[in-house]
């Protein structure tokens, strides 16, 4: 239960308002440039769960190859990035892809 709430709205709030919010409004006038660079930045920033996948195969599947599981990880972020950040670009707000992101990441979690 702890790890849920975790994943679907305090990890969501942090990155929603770090990417869709500062990222997104500060970075350039350019509605389209803002929406590219900070999906990239979301797709990336989650090479920074290693941690967290390296832990999980080491209990549940050590042969896994850790490599390939954070190539697949940075593409499932920048899909998702381009997702929540479609809908940060149509609505101009970041309660549309937070409430997006909670979604995924409750279901996913």
């Known amino acids: 239960m702890v790890s849920l709430i975790?994943?679907?709205?305090?990890?969501?709030?942090?990155?929603?308002?770090?990417?869709?919010?500062?990222?997104?409004?500060?970075?350039?006038?350019?509605?389209?440039?803002?929406?590219l660079l900070s999906t990239?930045?979301?797709?990336?920033?989650?090479?920074?769960?290693?941690?967290?996948?390296?832990?999980?195969?080491?209990?549940?599947n050590p042969t896994a190859d850790i490599f390939n599981i954070m190539v697949w990880k940075v593409?499932?972020?920048?899909?998702?990035?381009?997702?929540?950040?479609?809908l940060k670009y149509k609505t101009d707000n970041t309660y549309s892809s937070m409430l997006a992101h909670m979604l995924v990441n409750a279901i996913g979690s």
Do not use: C, P, Q
């Open 6 to 35: 975790y994943g679907a709205f305090i990890t969501v709030i942090f990155e929603e308002i770090l990417f869709r919010g500062l990222v997104y409004e500060e970075i350039s006038n350019n509605k389209t440039y803002k929406f």
């Open 75 to 86: 593409i499932t972020g920048l899909i998702l990035g381009l997702i929540f950040g479609f």
């Open 40 to 60: 990239l930045m979301f797709g990336f920033w989650h090479l920074g769960y290693i941690d967290t996948i390296i832990f999980r195969t080491s209990l549940f």
